[in-house]
Structures are given as C-alpha cells and as structure tokens.
C-alpha cells in the first residue's frame, strides 16, 4: 500500500507553508494517536493481569492481536482506498479507533479486550498510507518525501506518548479512564483531520489494486533473491522492538528492577526516543560509503549481543539507561530495509515489497508477542506476577531469533550476490 497507488493528480501546486503545515501538522497528530494506542498495553500489562486474573499467555494474546490484525488488514484496505477513497477509508479508520480504544475501557473479560486490540489494530493499518495519499495531491513530487518524512515523525512521537505520559495519566485517573480519555481525544483529532483533508483531491486510479494482482505481485517480489533473507530478518528485529515498547517492557522493568509503572514508563522512554532517532539515522545511512547490506549484519548482530545481555541476567541497573537507548538505536532499521527491497525489486513490484515488508514485520512481531506471553507463563507465580527468570528466558528468546534471522539474512544476501 503506498500513496502512488492510491492517488492520480496532475502537477500538484504546492500550498503555502501555512497550510501545509496545517495540512501536515493535524493528520500527523491522529497518526500520532494510533501509534499511542498500538503501543499503550505495555504500560497497562501488569494492572490487566490482575484486574481479570489472566495469565501471561492471555496478555500476551492481547499485545499479539491488535499487531496480527494489523498486517491483516492492510491488505484489504488498500484496496478499499482504490476503490472508494482515503478519505473514506480514514473515517472508517476513526470509527475503529475509538470504538476499540471505548470498548477496552468498558471491558469486563478477555474476549471483550480481545475483541478491542483487533478493532484497533484495524482501524490503525491503513492511517500512514491514506493520510499521505492525500498530502500527495497537494505537493509537487519533489518535495513528497519531505513531507513523508515529517508525517513519520510525527507519527513516531506515539511511542513517546505510550510510555511516560500515558503512564502518568493512568497513574492519575486509571486505566480505564486514561483509556476513555484517549478514545475522545482520537475522535477530536479525527474529526479535525477530515477537516484539514476535505479539499484534497483524489480520483479512482485504474484497479491496480486487485486481489489477484496483489497476490501475483506479493508472490514475484517474494521469489527475488535475497528478498526471503531481508524480511526474516526485519521479522526478527521489529519483532524484539515491539515485545519490548507494546508488549513486555514495562512488565521486565518491574519485576526484575523493582520499579514503578510510572518509573518503568520513564526508562521505556529513552528507548522510545532513540528509536526514533535511530529511525533518522537508519534512513540516512544509504548516502553512507558503507553498504546498507553490512550496516544491516552489523545492527543485526549487535543488536543479538544486547538481547543476550539480560537474557544472561549480566545487565546491572547503573547500565540499564545505556542498554536501553542502544536497544532503540539498533531496533530502529527498517528504514534501510525498505531502502535495500527498493533496489532489489523492478520499479513496478516496490509497492508489492513493502506491502509484503510490513505484512511480514508486523504479523511476526505479533507471533513473537504471544510466543513471549507463553514462555513468560511457565515461569509465572500469580496473575502480574513474574519472576527475573521469566524475562530471561524471553530475552533468551528474542536474541536467538535475531542471530538466526541475521545470519539467514548474511546467507541469503550473499546468494543473491552470486546470482548476479
């Protein structure tokens, strides 16, 4: 799903600064919005565990389903925005939103939640993509990446929000009314961002975005060389970022360090901060002398030793703080993947590459969640209750996977090389 594909204009003329800092500024703030309450359980994990006795495998089913969901969904919905509209489709995307973030505060079991983390992560899979779509018919195509750019970031702030402050809020008023409040602040900025996007232009594009053309695109890109290794590898590496911001963070830093909900929503955001300083210097790293292929082994490799620190125990506390901002540095690669699957696939299967990039980051992130869920279960004492061995071998987990997917990535790198 990208926004050539959904939007056809001719010569766009840019807007003044104004309005396209408007146009950009108030879309950015829902996106902001959706990535809150994608990464927000983490912060809630412990208190859910004993409001409703559920077990570590039933949390992390919860972290699990709004990410699976939202892989899933990207799929269909891009589709839909070909067919009747980004504006529609990001409507529709508000009514998921609120009524998963309503529904979670008024829960009174577990299907009730599940049911919740799905209608969220549906209503996030298609925000980046539609809210850009429309920026696209108001910029020249020069300057798009830049305002993609600054969309993103925006939008990167949202791990920022699901640590500190939203755990400050649920400190201050409870989980389930920090939950409301940020269901009625989504629907505020909702509202405003149809508002701000009501005059963009968009006409239907011919129906490129059929089911049988993604899948024969999706099926191609899959069979480039090198392309298997690169989206194991992104797998393993979204998938330690998202156990630790969406999932298990907050829970390990207050079972094995004995810190506060508030206290470990603290420390999450320094790593949140580095990952989103991570994401800049990732993108950049392309213009580099060094190939993005060896950046990649080396943040892969890197970021496997890290994994392998707590998972040993030998992290102490007084180097926590710097663990935590490598961690985010290192995690933060994506960007050069969808850099290197440009430059593997033609031209006219990109839009097919990062669609089957995100599908397969996102929903093996997902798998990874609920995997950690269940090994965190055979360790676990009580509902919330966790012992420093659960999150060891969690983290035992995380790193294997990561040294194994990097070093498929190495071999299917070094393949595809060879064919050449």
Known sequence: MTASNTINVRRPTDP?????????AVPGLFYLMSMMLRNSMAVVEVELER???????????????????????????????????????????????????????AAEGFAA???????IGIGAAPIYVAIMGLISARVSADRFSTYS?????????????????????????????????????????????????????????EATNSWQAMRTGVRRVARAPGVAGLVAFQIGMTGASVVLFAGWGASWLRSVYAFTG?????????AACAFAAGSLAWGAAPRLAISAVTLSLVG??????????PAAGLLGRPWLP?????????????????????????????????????????GGAGVLLAASGALIDVFADAPGEHPPESFNAMFAL?????????????????RRSVTR
């Open 149 to 205: 750019g600054v969309e993103s970031g925006i939008g990167r702030l949202g791990f920022l929000v699901a640590a500190a402050p939203f755990a400050w809020l649920v400190a201050a008023v409870g989980w389930r009314t920090g939950y409301g409040l940020s269901a009625l602040l989504t629907v505020s900025l909702g509202v405003a961002m149809l508002i701000s996007l009501r005059h963009a232009a968009w006409t239907p594009g």
């Open 322 to 362: 710097m663990w935590l901002i490598l961690f985010g540095l290192v995690s933060a690669g994506y960007p050069l993947a969808v850099a290197q699957m440009r430059e593997w696939v033609p031209k006219e299967l990109l839009v097919r590459g990062i669609t089957l990039l995100s599908f397969s980051a996102i």
């Open 51 to 105: 409001a409703f006795a559920l077990s570590a495998t039933e949390a992390g089913m919860l972290a699990a389903a709004l990410f699976v969901a939202f892989a899933i969904a990207q799929i269909p919905l891009g589709i839909a925005m070909d067919r009747v509209g980004p504006l529609r489709v990001l409507g529709f995307s508000i009514l998921m939103l609120v009524g998963g973030a309503l529904a979670f505060a």
């Open 113 to 119: 939640l599940l049911g919740a983390r799905i209608a």
């Open 262 to 270: 508030v206290e470990a929503a603290q420390f999450l955001t320094l």
């Open 300 to 309: 892969g490799l890197v970021l496997a030793g890290l994994l392998a620190l």
């Open 16 to 24: 003044s600064a104004l309005s396209m800092a408007l146009l950009v």
């Open 398 to 414: 995380l790193a294997g996977v990561n040294l194994v997917t990097t070093l498929s990535y190495g071999i299917a790198t070094r």
